[in-house]
């Protein structure tokens, strides 16, 4: 009797163990089903468009491009004046001298339309690598920003439509923004 009654103990220790068992993992799996997602967007144009180091890099060159202009212009009227005082040497040249002096009067024209022109595509390129070094830094910092406070996803809102809705609590780009400008017045 003795062994039959143990015999049932064990089993029901047994059954009670595996119950637990199978209890605890059914918690943990409600557990886990449970913990929420946090996720968070950004409104890329605003992000970039507010950033102080984005404007910065913009009056940067709007300076360069202006003084550019000025010296496109500067350029121009003097050329213009060379070739007004061409125009009136021209009648008392011969008509070889006079080609001749109108063909290096066009490769002059040319040649500082291409300088120029080198001169603009080389401000263009330069103000292109800082807003795309700009870019990448600031998805560098949104990275960061949510691995630090337990962001899943930040998605990216823009016009084309990549966030079609998003709960206003869950609208990132102030803060983030604002978290933003106050690292790059740091520097």
């Keep these: 009797m003795k062994s039959l009654q143990l015999s049932y103990i064990c089993k ?10 199978i209890l605890f993992a059914v918690l943990a ?5 449970q913990e929420q997602i946090k996720t968070g967007y950004v409104d890329n144009g605003k992000m970039i468009n507010d950033y102080q180091k984005k404007k910065d890099i913009e009056i940067k060159f709007q300076t360069k491009i202006d003084a550019f202009n000025k010296k496109a212009d500067s350029v121009g009227r003097a050329f213009q004046v060379e070739a007004q005082e061409f125009q009136l040497k021209a009648s008392k040249l011969s008509q070889k001298n006079a080609q001749e002096q109108y063909q290096i009067l066009g490769q002059k024209q040319q040649m500082l339309q291409q300088n120029l022109q080198f001169e603009e595509q080389q ?3 330069e103000s292109q690598t800082q807003i795309d070094s700009l870019i990448k830094d600031v998805r560098g910092f949104v990275k960061n ?3 630090r406070n337990g962001y ?5 809102s823009n016009d084309a439509g990549s966030v079609m809705y998003g709960a206003k609590e869950n609208d990132l780009t102030q803060e983030l923004l604002e978290a933003l400008n106050a690292e790059y017045t740091k520097e």
């Design 152 to 156: 899943t996803y930040i998605l990216g």
């Design 123 to 125: 401000i263009q390129k």
């Design 145 to 147: 920003y949510g691995e």
């Design 29 to 33: 799996i409600l557990v886990s089903c």
């Design 12 to 21: 029901n220790k047994l059954y009670k163990m595996k119950r637990g068992l």
